[in-house]
C-alpha cells in the first residue's frame, strides 16, 4: 500500500462499481482486503469473488435466470461495503480524524449497553425532578443532566462511527427514535446516521432515517429524520439505486399524509440555502456597514443629550425618521427586516463568530436540539426562566445560534444579565398573548422547522473546526427531483414553480432554467411566461443563441410583446445580425413610441453599421424627448465629430464637461475634436485631463481611436509624439 494510497483505491474501487466493471473491482479490491489483515474480510471477498464467477459461468452457459440483475445488485453493495470495511481496517488503527478515533474509543462499548446506561440516568433524573422545586438537590440535577449528555453524546458517537451498521444497533436506533425518549436525544440519534452517511454510504442508516418519518410522533424530529434523508440520498444516488429495500420505504414515505408537501418545503429549503453565501456577503459587507455608518452628527441629533439611544423611539419624532432615510440607514434596515421576515438565513454571519465555546468543540452539540434543561442552559440561567423560553421560541434563530446566543450573555456582569431578563420576562406577557391571538398555522411550523435544521447544517459544514473531514453535504445540486420515488413527489407545478421563482430570483440561472424545463415538460397548461424567463436566464448567461429560441417560442403566441421583442433585438444586436435588432426596436417604438430606451437602441445599432447620419436623427430626436437627461449628449457629440461637424461636437462637449460628470472617455473625444479642429494645446491639456482620470487606461483608448484621427485628416506619424507630449508634461 506505499505506492497507493488506501483512499484512492477505495475511490477507484466504487467508481469500478458503479460503471459494472466488477472483474476489474475485485481485482483491484484484493489489494485492500490483503492490506487490511482480516481474515473476515478476506473470506467474505472471496465468497464474494466466487458468486460473482459463478454468476457469470450461468450467463455464458446460456441458463436463465429471471433473478439475476436482483442478485448482481446485491452483490455489487456487498462489495461496496466491504471496500469500505477494508479501508476502515486499513486507516483506522493510525488515523487522527474525529471518525477513526471515535471507532477506536468506542469499539468494545456496546450500543445497546449506552442505551440502558441512558435510559437509567432519564429515571434518575426523572426521579430527582419529581420532588417540589423548592426541596430538589441541585447538585444531584445537574450531575445527573451531564451524565445524560454524556451518554447521548457517546450514543452519537457509536452510531456515527460504526460502518456498516450492524442489525442489532440498527434496532436499538430504532427503539431510541420510537421509545420514550427525550425529543432532542431523538434528533442527535438522526443527527448520528446522516453524519454516517455524510462519510460513507450505509443503507441501514439511511433506511432508519426513512423509517423515522414515518413512525416517530414528533413533528419536529420527523422533518429532521426527512431532511437529513433526502440530502442523504441526494449525495449517494449513485450508489443508493443498488439497494433493493429502498423503494420500500421510500413508498412508505410517499403514502404518509404530508409527505408532498413535506418533501417540497425539503427542496425548497435546500434549494434556498444555496444563496446564505450571498445574503452572508451582503449582510456583512453592505447592510450591517451601512446601518452602523450612521455619522456622530446624526447619532446627536436623534439622541436627547443623557439618553440611550434606541432605534426604536424614531418613531417618536417624523424629523428623525427623515434624517434616518436621507442617510439611507433606513433602507438598510428595511432590506435587513425583509430578508429576516422571508425566511432567509441573515444570522450566518454575526452568529459565526459566537461558535468558539467549548460547546462547539463537541460533534454532537451542532445537531442538538435547543432545550431549556440542557446543563449549558441550567449552569447559566437557571434562574432566568424568561429568558430562556423567550430565546426557545425565537422564530428566526436556528437551534446553534441560540446556544450561541445564551453563552455569549454568559461574559455579561451579572447585574446586566439580571436588567435584560427582568426586561424579558415584562415582554414575555406580551408576546405569549400575540402568539395566542395568531391562528395556528401547521405549515409555516413546518417550514420554520426544516429552515432551521438546515441552517444548522449550514453551520456545521462552514464553521465547525474539523469541518475539512466532512463531505460538505450543502455543497452541490440540491436538484431531488430525480430521485426515485420522491421526484415524483416534486414533479407537481405549485412546487416546481415555487422552486423555480427562487432560483431565478437568487440568480442561479441554470438551476432556474432546469426547474422551468420540469414544468413545461410536466405540466400541459405550463405559463408560456415561462419561455421568457428561460430566455432571459440564457441571456444572463451569455447564452444569445439559446435565449433568442426560448424569446421566440414565446413570440409565437404574444407577437407584440415590448419586454420580449426589446430582448429579441438585444439577442440580434449580439450576434452582429443589427439590421434585424433594428427591426425589432422599430417594431417596440411603433407598439409604445416615445421611448427614449428603444430610440437610443436603434441610433446604437445604425452606429454600428457605420451609419452615423442616420444614427444622429434618433439621438436627436432623444435630446428633445423629455426626461432623457442628457442620455444623448454623449452619442451626439461622437456622431457629430464622425461626420465632420466638429463644431457641433464641441459644443456637447463642453456641455458634457461643464453640466454632466465626465469621464476620461469624455476628454479623450474632446481633445479628439479639438485636434481635429487645429486646436492642438487645447487638445493637448483636454487628453492631460483624461490621463489624469484614468493614467492606465488612456493610452490604450488613445491607440484604439487612431482610425478615426487619421479618417479625419491628422497625420498618422504625429500620433505617438502627440501621446508623448500628453504624458512627458506634468498632469494638472
Not at 425532578?129 to 450514543?155: G, N, W
Not at 438551476?511 to 440564457?538: C, T, V, W
Not at 433594428?582 to 446604437?604: F, M, Q, S
Amino acid at each position: 500500500m506505499e505506492e497507493k494510497r488506501p483512499i484512492d483505491i477505495a475511490r477507484k474501487v466504487q467508481e469500478l462499481l458503479e460503471a459494472s466493471r466488477i472483474i476489474e473491482a475485485l481485482k483491484l479490491l484484493d489489494e485492500l482486503v490483503t492490506a487490511s489483515a482480516d481474515w473476515q474480510i478476506r473470506e467474505e471477498y472471496e465468497q464474494l469473488s466466487t458468486n460473482y464467477g459463478l454468476l457469470l459461468q450461468y450467463m455464458s452457459q446460456g441458463v436463465m435466470d429471471p433473478a439475476r440483475h436482483s442478485v448482481l445488485s446485491r452483490l455489487t453493495q456487498s462489495l461496496l461495503t466491504l471496500t469500505w470495511r477494508s479501508y476502515n481496517a486499513v486507516v483506522q488503527p493510525s488515523s487522527h480524524e474525529l471518525f477513526f478515533t471515535r471507532r477506536r474509543e468506542l469499539a468494545d462499548t456496546p450500543l445497546s449497553r449506552m442505551a440502558e446506561n441512558y435510559r437509567t440516568e432519564l429515571n434518575k433524573y426523572a426521579l430527582l425532578k419529581s420532588v417540589p422545586s423548592e426541596s430538589q438537590d441541585k447538585t444531584a440535577v445537574l450531575m445527573t443532566l451531564r451524565r445524560r449528555e454524556a451518554l447521548e453524546t457517546d450514543i452519537f458517537n457509536k452510531l456515527w462511527s460504526s460502518y456498516p451498521t450492524s442489525g442489532d444497533d440498527a434496532e436499538v436506533a430504532s427503539n431510541l427514535l420510537t421509545g420514550d425518549v427525550p425529543d432532542h436525544c431523538k434528533s442527535l440519534v438522526l443527527g448520528a446516521l446522516f453524519l454516517g452517511l455524510a462519510h460513507l454510504y450505509d443503507e441501514r442508516k439511511l433506511t432508519l432515517l426513512l423509517d423515522a418519518y414515518c413512525n416517530v410522533e414528533s413533528v419536529p424530529v420527523k422533518l429532521r429524520a426527512l431532511t437529513y434523508a433526502l440530502l442523504a440520498l441526494r449525495i449517494h444516488r449513485s450508489h443508493a439505486v443498488l439497494g433493493d429495500n429502498l423503494e420500500k420505504h421510500l413508498r412508505a414515505v410517499a403514502e404518509m399524509p404530508h409527505s408532498d408537501g413535506d418533501v417540497a418545503t425539503v427542496q425548497y429549503e435546500l434549494a434556498r440555502s444555496r444563496n446564505t453565501d450571498n445574503i452572508t456577503r451582503r449582510v456583512k459587507e453592505e447592510i450591517i456597514p451601512g446601518i452602523m455608518k450612521m455619522s456622530p452628527d446624526l447619532m446627536r441629533k436623534i439622541r436627547d443629550k443623557g439618553a440611550t439611544f434606541d432605534i426604536a423611539d424614531l418613531e417618536a419624532n417624523p424629523e428623525w425618521q427623515e434624517m434616518l432615510e436621507n442617510s439611507g440607514i433606513a433602507k438598510r434596515m428595511e432590506e435587513f427586516n425583509e430578508l429576516t421576515l422571508d425566511g432567509s438565513d441573515v444570522f450566518a454571519a454575526t452568529f459565526s463568530r459566537l461558535k468558539s465555546y467549548p460547546f462547539f468543540n463537541t460533534l454532537s452539540n451542532w445537531f442538538m436540539p435547543f432545550h431549556a434543561e440542557h446543563s449549558v442552559v441550567a449552569d447559566n440561567y437557571a434562574g432566568s426562566e424568561s429568558l430562556n423560553k423567550i430565546i426557545g421560541h425565537a422564530p428566526f434563530l436556528c437551534n446553534s445560534d441560540k446556544f450561541s446566543f445564551l453563552l455569549s450573555l454568559s461574559s455579561m456582569p451579572e447585574s446586566q444579565r439580571q436588567a435584560m431578563s427582568a426586561q424579558m420576562a415584562e415582554n414575555e406577557a406580551a408576546i405569549a398573548e400575540i402568539k395566542g391571538s395568531e391562528l395556528p398555522h401547521p405549515a409555516m411550523e413546518r417550514a420554520r422547522t426544516v429552515n432551521h435544521c438546515v441552517q444548522d447544517l449550514y453551520r456545521f459544514f462552514t464553521i465547525f473546526s474539523r469541518r475539512r473531514e466532512f463531505i460538505n453535504m450543502l455543497d452541490t445540486d440540491m436538484d431531488l427531483t430525480t430521485l426515485p420515488v420522491v421526484g415524483e413527489l416534486l414533479l407537481k407545478a405549485t412546487t416546481l414553480q415555487v422552486i423555480a421563482e427562487l432560483y431565478f430570483k437568487n440568480e442561479f440561472w441554470d438551476d432556474a432554467i432546469k426547474y422551468y424545463n420540469y414544468m413545461l415538460e410536466h405540466s400541459s397548461e405550463a405559463d408560456p411566461r415561462i419561455h421568457q424567463k428561460i430566455g432571459f436566464a440564457h441571456q444572463s448567461m451569455g447564452r444569445t443563441r439559446e435565449a433568442l429560441a426560448s424569446y421566440q417560442r414565446y413570440e409565437l403566441a404574444h407577437d407584440n410583446d415590448v419586454w420580449t421583442m426589446k430582448h429579441i433585438a438585444a439577442c440580434y444586436r449580439d450576434l452582429k445580425r443589427l439590421d434585424k435588432a433594428i427591426d425589432y426596436y422599430k417594431r417596440c417604438e411603433a407598439v409604445k413610441p416615445g421611448n427614449i430606451a428603444t430610440n437610443l437602441n436603434i441610433g446604437h445599432c445604425l452606429l454600428e453599421q457605420g451609419n452615423a447620419e442616420d444614427a444622429l436623427q434618433y439621438y436627436y430626436k432623444v435630446d428633445l424627448m423629455e426626461g432623457a437627461k442628457h442620455r444623448a449628449w454623449r452619442p451626439i457629440a461622437w456622431c457629430t465629430f464622425l461626420t465632420g461637424n466638429t463644431a457641433r461636437s464641441l459644443e456637447y462637449y463642453d456641455r458634457i464637461v461643464n453640466d454632466d460628470t465626465p469621464t476620461m472617455q469624455d476628454y479623450l473625444n474632446r481633445g479628439h475634436v479639438l485636434l481635429c479642429s487645429h486646436q492642438l494645446p487645447e487638445a493637448i491639456a483636454s487628453y492631460r485631463q483624461a490621463l489624469a482620470l484614468d493614467s492606465k487606461g488612456f493610452r490604450q483608448a488613445f491607440d484604439a481611436d487612431a482610425k478615426h484621427l487619421v479618417n479625419a485628416g491628422i497625420e498618422a506619424s504625429d500620433l505617438p509624439l502627440i501621446a508623448d507630449a500628453v504624458a512627458s508634461a506634468p498632469t494638472p
